[in-house]
T-cell receptor
Framework: DTAVSQTPKYLVTQMGNDKSIKCEQN?????MYWYKQDSKKFLKIMFS???????INETVPNRFSPKSPDKAHLNLHINSLELGDSAVYFC??????????????FGPGTRLLVL | GDSVTQMEGPVTLSEEAFLTINCTYT??????LFWYVQYPGEGLQLLLK?????DKGSNKGFEATYRKETTSFHLEKGSVQVSDSAVYFC???????????????FGRGTQLTVWP
């Protein structure tokens, strides 16, 4: 069974459209994350939810809105897609313990291409 | 602010060569350090980690030692294989109270290609 899964794996869409990416984890973790990997492979955190509460909200355009219906799911909705949104989006999860020892487990990524 | 600096790639080696990928960090407090690997077309997998000074993380023949005095966490492998071809990311999480929990800071990644 896949620990952290994302759908879809590939997403090709037109500028201006609205799209969603879904993430689910079956590890029983209490914290989930969204990361963006740009064309140069640089990874940066976007959001993090702990027990359905937003705890990290990086400087991300308001067009990006995360939603966590429960601890096992974290979705990312993107409005009015722009060319610069083209990237690979990774979901991750961990059990937050505050000592920095927790490991984040990553999903396979969603490759978004905006035309 | 907290940051991770990795040697720039790409790194190209022949099979059975020795590998070193340098990683240094800047952080206040007491970070935990990680190496993640990303195989072509896949997500990130944890390769190894170390949570305090002088700890050595190891996995699949890879090793890295947490050196507080040089703020480094260099990745090494004695004999690389073609199957090790991937992008390697060094990362840190701050462990002290007052930091934003769970925030992973990544280096820019180092592409490794191993030829037979």
């Amino acid at each position: 069974d896949t620990a952290v899964s994302q759908t879809p794996k590939y997403l090709v869409t037109q500028m201006g459209n609205d799209k969603s990416i879904k993430c689910e984890q079956n590890l029983g973790h209490d914290t989930m994350y969204w990361y963006k990997q740009d064309s140069k492979k640089f990874l940066k955190i976007m959001f993090s939810y702990n027990n359905k509460e937003l705890i990290i909200n990086e400087t991300v355009p308001n067009r990006f809105s995360p939603k966590s219906p429960d601890k096992a799911h974290l979705n990312l909705h993107i409005n009015s897609l722009e060319l610069g949104d083209s990237a690979v989006y990774f979901c991750a999860s961990s059990q937050l313990r505050g000592g920095g020892v927790e490991t984040q487990y990553f999903g396979p990524g969603t490759r978004l291409l905006v035309l | 602010g907290d940051s991770v600096t990795q040697m720039e790639g790409p790194v190209t080696l022949s099979e059975e060569a020795f590998l070193t990928i340098n990683c240094t960090y800047t952080a206040t407090g007491y970070p935990s350090l990680f190496w993640y690997v990303q195989y072509p077309g896949e997500g990130l997998q944890l390769l190894l980690k170390a949570t305090k000074a002088d700890d050595k993380g190891s996995n699949k023949g890879f090793e890295a030692t947490y050196r507080k005095e040089t703020t480094s966490f260099h990745l090494e492998k004695g004999s690389v294989q073609v199957s090790d071809s991937a992008v390697y990311f060094c990362a840190l999480i701050r462990a002290d109270r007052g930091s934003t929990l769970g925030r992973l800071y990544f280096g820019r990644g180092t592409q490794l290609t191993v030829w037979p």
